[in-house]
């Protein structure tokens, strides 16, 4: 994909494409693209830096202290979006934006305007401007889906193409307005679209501005094929989520000439699509495909712990919930409040409170009476509001009884040890429990020891009945305990759900079937996250209405490897 093609026709119309996300680490190359990109903006146009921890204050605006302490009235101060209005914005580190910025900064792309009702002030703020996102993340990260979804052009790392000139830009911004298109080609544009799975219609909107840039870059005042083609490849290729179904072969027709009166059809129009090719008329088709198998989005990782299967927002240290608290973690605003419990005064915020209504006060007093130069109420006080990320215990339960095969309880020692790795890199604690026979063991309480809970895995034996119950009631007990040190447990259960040893150690499968789901029903009013890898040769209905009552998600796995099984089990961790 040219990320000089897409900067160029970004610089067109910023406001009207929403923005650009590069996906780029800092270096020279990204600073000469960024230098280039801010060279082709009009004469005077506002461009500014945003930082991914920008307060909430200087984003939108609000109080200017100073001005306000000065004169005793409430002076507004400007925020960076009404600075950056008809400009562009560029936000470093964009994978790490909070999720209140990202909402305000998606309130904007979308009405071009603000409303701020902050600290007794009223205003609606005109902010029209273009987001160029930096993505410094990992593979494993991105920005906000919400985000990305108004930003037109997502590009990699910038090329050694050289993006357009200055006059060639100026002159394609004179001409946009006058390009047309015509309805056929926007049909194409959204079969395209519908085609690959992409349900956005801002998608369909972008590609139909892109379509007209790239005519108006081009000297054209007509939208041609090729323009169609440039804008599928800039705009669609990256938000693709399927593959296109492949036409139904009809040898008949590909033996038969056309009729006389019709022009001849293209090859890829009538040959059937081999088992590894998908043939679509479009030229940029293999860079739709190749996206689609690169981008698929693997972010079900977060989704035991986060409870929230469609937010994908940034992870800002840790990888376990938040929760508010008053002594320590990162800010979160500030709310009235008292001072006790250990909370902390939000000073600044105090003083906006208290400022506008020095003269008021100061009116009220006895004539003559002396005066402090603030003076303060209990109403004033505001308090800062904190956030910590809980750290996450990973509690793996393994059936090692006999109704598991050798080599099932090979994989799933596999899986284990592939994912002890994932805990370690994100600082996460691990801990193993096993069940067999007619007790269930803590093979390992939690530990950041890679080694031993390694080495404990490898002396794991299997065979003897399955006491399920035991096991789930254990970890039902470790996961209790970890929350109430203020961690977050996440339990991963490798069984095949065939109970048939009771709570108390007795053989009876009736009554051990029946102590399992009570245990489980039990586990499940604990909210505790949950998942259920099923082990066994095929899907039991079992261990589906194991997982049903444990509350868990429930994955079979029939003929699962290691790495297969731990891809899986990685998607249901946070990250």
């Given amino acids: 994909m040219s990320a000089a093609l897409a900067a160029s026709l970004f610089a067109v119309d910023p406001v009207r494409f929403g923005g650009l996300r590069l996906r780029a680490r800092v270096g020279p190359a990204r600073e000469l693209f960024l230098s280039d990109l801010a060279a082709l903006l009009p004469e005077g146009t506002p461009l500014r830096r945003m930082p991914a921890s920008i307060s909430e204050d200087r984003l939108l605006g609000g109080l200017d202290l100073g001005a306000t302490l000065a004169t005793g009235q409430p002076v507004a101060m400007r925020g960076l979006?009404?600075?950056?209005?008809?400009?562009?914005?560029?936000?470093?580190?964009?994978?790490?934006i909070s999720a209140h910025t990202i909402a305000h900064l998606c309130t904007a792309l979308d009405t071009g305007s603000l409303q701020m009702?902050?600290?007794?002030?009223?205003?609606?703020?005109?902010?029209?401007?273009?987001?160029?996102?930096?993505?410094?993340?990992?593979?494993?990260?991105?920005?906000?889906?919400?985000?990305?979804?108004?930003?037109?052009?997502?590009?990699?790392?910038?090329?050694?193409?050289?993006?357009?000139?200055?006059s060639e830009i100026h002159q394609a911004r004179d001409l946009m307005a006058r390009v047309a298109i015509d309805p056929a080609q926007i049909d194409e544009l959204v079969s395209v679209a519908a085609a690959f799975g992409i349900a956005s219609p801002r998608a369909c909107l972008f590609a139909l501005h892109a379509a007209r840039a790239c005519a108006a870059l081009n000297g054209r005042k007509q939208v041609s094929a090729e323009d169609l083609q440039e804008a599928a490849r800039l705009v669609l290729a990256p938000r693709a989520t399927q593959l296109p179904a492949p036409p139904e072969e009809q040898q008949q027709e590909q033996e038969q000439e056309p009729p006389a009166d019709q022009p001849e059809e293209r090859a890829s129009d009538t040959q059937p699509d081999d088992d590894n090719e998908i043939n679509?008329?479009?030229?940029?088709?293999?860079?739709?495909?190749?996206?689609?198998r690169t981008a698929l989005p693997a972010d079900l990782l977060r989704k035991l712990v986060s409870g929230d299967p469609a937010?994908?927002?940034?992870?800002?240290?840790?990888?376990?919930?938040?929760?508010?608290?008053?002594?320590?973690?990162?800010?979160?605003?500030?709310?009235?409040?008292?001072?006790?419990?250990?909370?902390?005064?939000?000073?600044?915020?105090?003083?906006?409170?208290?400022?506008?209504?020095?003269?008021?006060?100061?009116?009220?007093?006895?004539?003559?009476?002396?005066h402090p130069p603030l003076l303060l109420r209990k109403e004033d006080l505001r308090i800062k509001r904190l956030i910590e990320r809980t750290r996450v215990a990973t509690i793996f339960v393994v059936d090692a009884s006999g109704s598991q095969a050798l080599h099932r309880l090979g994989e799933a020692k596999g899986a284990v040890q592939l994912l002890l790795?994932?805990?370690?890199?994100?600082?996460?604690?691990?801990?193993?429990?096993?069940?067999?026979?007619?007790?269930?063991?803590?093979?390992?309480?939690?530990?950041?020891?890679?080694?031993?809970?390694?080495?404990?895995?490898?002396?794991?034996?299997?065979g003897g009945g399955t006491?399920?119950?035991?096991?789930?009631?254990?970890?039902?007990?470790?996961?209790?305990?970890?929350?109430?040190?203020?961690?977050?447990?996440?339990?991963?259960?490798?069984?095949?759900?065939?109970?048939?040893?009771?709570?108390?150690?007795v053989g009876d499968r009736a009554q051990a079937e029946t102590d399992a789901i009570q245990a489980a029903r039990q586990l499940r009013a604990s909210g505790t996250r949950c998942l259920l890898i099923d082990t066994s040769p095929r899907p039991q209905p079992r261990a589906r209405k194991l997982a049903d009552d444990l509350g868990a998600r429930y994955l079979p796995l029939p003929a699962a490897q290691a790495q297969k099984l731990s891809a899986a089990v990685k998607a249901e961790l946070p990250r």
């Fill in 311 to 370: 937010k994908r927002g940034p992870q800002n240290g840790g990888s376990g919930l938040e929760r508010r608290t008053l002594r320590r973690g990162r800010p979160a605003g500030s709310r009235a409040g008292e001072l006790s419990g250990g909370a902390r005064l939000a000073l600044l915020d105090t003083l906006r409170a208290a400022a506008p209504k020095q003269i008021l006060r100061k009116k009220l007093l006895p004539h003559g009476a002396a």
């Fill in 117 to 166: 009702e902050r600290e007794g002030m009223h205003a609606i703020i005109s902010a029209r401007f273009g987001l160029v996102a930096l993505d410094e993340g990992e593979e494993d990260e991105g920005l906000a889906p919400a985000l990305l979804d108004r930003l037109a052009f997502h590009v990699g790392e910038p090329d050694v193409e050289p993006l357009a000139s200055k």
């Fill in 421 to 462: 790795a994932e805990c370690y890199v994100r600082r996460d604690e691990a801990a193993l429990i096993s069940f067999r026979g007619k007790e269930a063991r803590l093979l390992l309480p939690p530990t950041r020891s890679l080694a031993r809970v390694r080495r404990e895995l490898a002396q794991l034996p299997g």
């Fill in 467 to 505: 006491p399920l119950a035991l096991g789930i009631s254990m970890a039902a007990n470790m996961a209790e305990t970890i929350r109430r040190k203020g961690d977050t447990p996440v339990l991963v259960f490798f069984t095949d759900g065939q109970a048939n040893v009771t709570a108390s150690g």
């Fill in 280 to 292: 679509i008329p479009e030229p940029g088709a293999e860079s739709m495909v190749e996206a689609v």
């Fill in 81 to 96: 979006l009404g600075e950056c209005d008809g400009g562009v914005i560029v936000a470093s580190m964009a994978e790490r």
